[in-house]
């Protein structure tokens, strides 16, 4: 008994009984969509499939018939979700809402296996993206249906461009441009950067209606120029429209800082060096920031409709990836040069073209050893700035009023910023 409760104390995961509860928890979790739904199978059915694929999955790993009972235990979810598909035919219910009920199930049975075969973080994940994927049911197929030809065809080359180009690429450190580089970690970047884009736009298009917050951020991750553009127009009409026209270009600048930070930490962690856990605070200190004075000066409520380009485009990814290659090159060859100094200079002349292909630029050298981390640090947050100053370079079109406010509050912002990676270096 000491040994379990010190057990759960350390790691309650490595008890097999805190894994079986989980399955269950996370089984109900994923029939709260479809008992609302008022479904056949809702929560209870859920809950106990999770269970069932923990229970036979533990006992595969200690008994002989475990393994028999895995196998059929899988073998009868289908079947029962093959019924109840049927079912629901027969009763004149839709084929698509049978079909993902069923398939359900299936998911359920694998997230209570992985969870206690021990993978808990897969199978949450598991858990977390069906449950998304079944809240989101009418979003995504309105979307879906309001694409167009173009726009699915331009998406479905990137896809395949995507994967199919990855395990193309050698894997391991190259040298490119005279410095070790990934190019597999380098193509995934840009396919994430790209794929941000997109996935904001979705978002834009689904939701966009809900105010200027929702317009400027997630707008702001497809096209920063796009959102200045349109509170420019805004402030220009009506005088009243100024504050949240400003709110919009600061939640643009808060959304590339959270983009930016994200590609930092996500694309150092697990490597050889150290992630680049230092920006999290003056680029989150530089997103609160904006979002803050955004909330305070600004009625949130107020509908901007925003007319963006459609990044499902084959041809946009391929840009991107040219002025990343730009970008990487320069930065390079500007660090063997001059140094430090050639980097920074680099990074900050980089940023008025995309932040997001110089702070990837950054990331790859940290990442190969070229840079150390300091360095890189200093590079990403350059590239932020020199993207804030940009809008505000761009807003200087609108009337003095909007120029202003977004002039003052982006220096206060950039100073704020500074003086906490200031206060990090002293410390």
Do not use: C
Not at 183 to 205: E, S
């Amino acid at each position: 008994m000491v040994a379990t409760v010190e057990g759960v104390a350390t790691d309650p995961m490595s008890i097999p009984v805190v894994r079986l509860a989980l399955a269950a928890t996370l089984g109900l979790f994923l029939g709260l969509e479809r008992e609302w739904s008022e479904k056949a199978a809702g929560i209870r059915t859920f809950s106990l499939t999770s269970l069932a694929g923990g229970v036979f999955t533990l006992l595969a790993g200690h008994e002989t018939l475990g393994e028999g009972l895995l196998v059929v235990g899988g073998v009868l979810v289908v079947v029962q979700g093959t019924l109840l598909a049927v079912r629901g035919l027969r009763a004149g219910g839709e084929a698509s809402l049978s079909l993902t009920t069923s398939v359900s199930l299936l998911a359920a049975y694998g997230v209570g296996a992985l969870v206690a075969a021990a993978y808990v973080l897969e199978g949450v994940t598991v858990a977390v993206l069906s449950a998304g994927l079944l809240v989101l049911k009418r979003e995504l197929h309105s979307f879906a249906g309001d694409l167009s030809r173009t726009e699915l065809r331009s998406m479905t080359e990137f896809a395949v461009l995507a994967f199919v180009v990855f395990p193309v690429l050698p894997a391991g450190e190259r040298v490119v441009f005279g410095v070790p580089l990934e190019p597999r970690v380098a193509w995934l970047m840009v396919v994430t950067v790209a794929g941000i884009g997109m996935v904001n736009y979705a978002l834009v298009r689904t939701y966009g209606g809900r105010g200027v917050a929702f317009t400027g951020f997630f707008g702001g991750l497809v096209s920063s120029t796009a959102v200045v553009g349109t509170m420019l127009d805004h402030a220009g009409d009506r005088a009243d429209a100024v504050s949240y026209a400003v709110a919009g270009v600061l939640l643009a600048d808060a959304a590339m800082a959270v983009r930016n930070l994200a590609i930092a930490v996500a694309f150092t962690a697990g490597g050889r060096a150290p992630a680049l856990v230092v920006v999290v605070v003056p680029l989150g200190a530089l997103a609160l920031g904006a979002v803050a004075v955004a909330a305070a000066t600004a009625d949130w409520r107020a509908r901007v409709d925003l007319d963006l380009e459609s990044p499902f485009s084959l041809r946009n990814a391929l840009a991107f990836g040219a002025v990343f290659l730009l970008i990487l090159a320069g930065s390079s060859l500007a660090q063997a040069e001059f140094g430090t100094a050639g980097l920074y200079a680099s990074a900050a002349v980089s940023g008025l073209v995309s932040s997001a292909g110089a702070t990837t630029s950054a990331v790859l050298l940290y990442r190969g050893g070229t840079v150390g981390g300091d360095a890189a640090t200093v590079a990403v947050l350059l590239a932020t700035v020199s993207s804030v100053a940009v809008k505000a370079g761009l807003a200087l079109a609108g009337p003095r009023a909007f120029v202003r406010r977004v002039a003052g509050y982006s220096a206060v912002l950039v100073a704020g910023a500074g003086v906490v990676a200031l206060a990090m270096t002293a410390v």
